[in-house]
């Protein structure tokens, strides 16, 4: 065994200085997050949108950077109309107490001349809408709507807007995100329990993962200064550090705790852990950045700011556990395994074969044809649902239906269809007030107007500096659907035809479905790049790890497998409505834009983790001249126990995500939790063991042509 590379090296430093290490580790992770979360924060993206829809909004945003819109929806309990002179006097009321508070502006009755849209057809339900300026308080003009509510209970009076939905998700996100918190710890704690069999050795995982994520957070609020980050960064990186650190110190405990049940003293277990697990989590680190890497070509500013911060993670967690862990452990020497489950403990102690999975493992080597055929077909047939999935960037209809304010949403939804969540003509011109400029926007409306699938009300708003305005207009459909964006589209030709047509105008088409199709176009286009790239790293890889160029091909094969079995099972479960009661979540929801590629890009990163595991035992078999079938048997049998172990606490963490109410980190968690689990189970049990025995001796296989076939294989963790 080799004792000369780095990870080696690194675990005998740390341990020769083992207190220099904890504490620098200590010291650093807190000035990281007391300097970069506490004291400059965070820099949130503020940009959104891609194409016609991104270029409209940066205008609008310098144009109207003081206001967020608001509606008040009224609506007749018993059957009162609009025209009634108690629901007259009730939307006189409202606007009235809206027109009192400062920093509320342009506050329209539904009365006013040219609203005749903002009352429903069925004359039951009226809107207020009104422009709230962001140095104003929401509270108060919910406030006020509550009070009018109060004095006219025979009518439904209640808000949704920007500010007050933003309010609302932020509550309803904190709530879950404590009760995550709350659930996690624990969660992980007690696989790792199961994992060790004693307090202190499940604990060190434990404290690796979280103070990588939060040393990263600290340095990522630095990091934003410069290159602003998603409002989704922290989860990102709370889902992968966690799961890497815990994974990686899992590694390197079992394989110390295999030495010290094989004879060897704790100095001795320690260095052979260093050297081959070690090696590993070095190897395995960068295999998952390189993959992370792949979302800077997705051409999205999202994406970049999630490469960012799972690379930095990954990184962190990868130095953490190469110094501070082995000088812990070597700080602790026996005392690891202090707090022993007596039970537990019995049942982890020796080699770390696992008979659960000695019992999958018999009849799939003995029938490894009908093994493959019979898992193969599960997963291509869980994949099948793939092939209708449809993506949308979260909106209104992505917040937990039981909010009260997203309750009004579903109302004015019903009452207007399209109108809560409508597509928005931006122009800009050097005054907008222009005679041909407003015959443009008139043009537009009347021809809008008259257009299937474009419906009112149709509003317009004007710019304090009159360079700016904008043409409100809901779309049939729920606004991700087919039909909304067949609107959408008949709204894009209009747009050239009228006011685009205007010498001087700028104008262009936003909003929810705009921003949805802008997306999915941008990314659409970029998805080959990054297939490519992540592919072809995965590829390359494997291949002067191994030295064959059968096992890069294999496993790619199996990675794509579960892959698409997760995506179908995200289409079954939330966009088909299978299982919605089981997850807290009502009706059915489109995948969300970014989900699709940011799972293929972490799942190929971690489950390469696993792949590397597994196979660097199996070539170290076939190297020592074990038979191609029996090299695989005895490499699963004693690695299974450990990549099982890894991969509850990876499904544990991020099964937590899919308890929230945000129907975006549902499927985040649930599409992340299953294709892990599909991954160390499926995959890793059963279809790699039984297409390696079925390859046999052709696994290995390495053409003359590469130059690569005479060298020896990258020994990643040999034999101690």
């Known amino acids: 065994m080799s004792k000369s590379n780095l990870a080696a090296r690194a675990g005998a430093w740390s341990a020769r200085h083992r207190k220099f290490a904890i504490i620098g580790w200590f010291v650093a992770v807190i000035v990281a997050a007391a300097v970069g979360s506490g004291v400059i924060g965070t820099k949130i993206d503020t940009h959104e949108g891609s194409g016609q829809s991104g270029r409209v909004d940066s205008f609008l945003r310098h144009h109207f950077p003081q206001t967020s819109g608001e509606e008040i929806l009224i609506q007749g309990r018993h059957g009162q109309s609009a025209s009634s002179p108690q629901f007259r006097a009730a939307v006189s009321d409202v606007t009235a107490r809206d027109r009192r508070i400062p920093y509320v502006s342009d ?75 709350k659930l996690s710890l624990p969660i992980t704690l007690l696989i790792l329990v199961l994992a060790f069999g004693s307090l202190v050795a499940a604990g060190l995982p434990m404290l690796l993962g979280l103070t990588a994520v939060a040393g990263t957070l600290g340095l990522i609020g630095a990091v934003s200064q410069l290159l602003p980050m998603d409002v989704a960064i922290s989860s990102a990186v709370l889902l992968i550090g966690l799961a890497v650190g815990v994974d990686y110190s899992l590694f390197y405990l079992r394989r110390e705790r295999e030495e010290r049940a094989a004879g060897a003293g704790d100095e001795a277990a320690l260095h052979a852990a260093a050297a081959t697990s070690g090696r590993a989590i070095l190897v395995s680190g960068f295999t998952v950045m390189i993959a992370m890497a792949g979302m800077f070509f997705a051409g999205s500013r999202v994406f970049t700011s999630f490469a960012v911060g799972t690379i930095m993670v990954v990184a962190v967690a990868m130095v953490g556990s190469l110094t501070v862990l082995p000088a812990m452990m070597s700080a602790l020497g026996p005392r690891v395994d202090r707090g022993r489950i007596p039970l537990l403990h019995r049942l982890r102690r020796g080699t770390g074969e696992s008979r659960l999975w000695n019992l999958v493992l018999v009849p799939v080597m003995r029938r490894p044809g009908i093994a493959a055929a019979i898992s193969a077909v599960a997963l291509v047939a869980l994949a099948l649902p793939v092939l209708h999935m449809q993506t949308a960037l979260p909106g209104a209809s992505s917040l937990p239906r039981n909010v009260p304010i997203v309750k009004t949403y579903d109302r004015m939804q019903k009452a207007f269809p399209g109108g809560s969540e409508p597509a928005y003509v931006g122009i800009q011109a050097a005054d907008v007030r222009a005679a041909s400029v407003q015959r443009g926007i008139a043009e537009l409306i009347s021809e809008a107007s008259k257009t299937g699938g474009l419906l009112h009300p149709i509003t317009v708003q004007r710019s304090k500096d009159h360079h700016a305005e904008t043409v409100s207009i809901p779309l049939a459909g729920n606004g991700t659907n087919a039909t909304s964006d067949a609107a959408l589209a008949r709204l894009r030709a209009l747009v050239p035809q009228t006011i685009g047509a205007v010498h001087g105008v700028e104008a262009g088409v936003t909003g929810n479905t705009a921003g949805t199709v802008d997306f999915d176009s941008a990314m659409n286009s970029h998805l080959p790049i990054v297939f490519a790239f992540v592919l072809g790293a995965a590829f390359l890889l494997l291949l002067f790890t191994f030295r064959s160029i059968v096992i890069p091909i294999q496993a790619i094969a199996l990675n794509l497998l579960s892959v698409a079995a997760a995506y179908g099972l995200l289409v079954l479960v939330f966009q088909d409505g299978h299982l919605h009661n089981l997850l807290g979540f009502q009706g059915t929801s489109e995948i969300t834009s970014w989900l699709p590629l940011f799972l293929f890009v972490v799942l190929f990163g971690l489950s390469m983790d696993y792949h590397v595991f597994i196979l660097s035992r199996i070539r170290e078999a076939v190297d020592r001249g074990v038979p191609a079938r029996e090299a695989v048997v005895q490499s699963v049998r004693s690695t299974a126990g450990v990549v099982t172990s890894a991969a509850l606490v990876m499904v544990g963490v991020f099964a937590i995500f899919g308890t929230l109410s945000l129907v975006e980190f549902k499927q985040m968690g649930v599409g992340l939790a299953a294709a892990i689990l599909i991954d160390a189970t499926v995959i890793r049990g059963v279809l790699l063991p039984a297409t390696l025995a079925l390859l046999g001796e052709r696994a290995w296989y390495m053409p003359r042509w590469t130059g690569l076939r005479r060298s020896s294989p990258v020994a990643v963790e040999p034999a101690a």
């Open 107 to 181: 506050v329209v009755s539904p009365y006013s001349p040219g609203q005749a849209g903002a009352i429903s057809k069925d004359g039951h339900s009226a809107l207020v809408s009104l422009q709230l300026g962001t140095k104003g308080n929401v509270d108060e003009v919910l406030a006020a709507t509550a009070a009018a509510a109060h004095s006219y209970p025979s009518l439904r009076i209640a808000e949704f807007g920007d500010a007050s939905s933003q309010k609302a998700l932020n509550k309803s996100l904190g709530q879950d995100f404590s009760r995550a918190e």
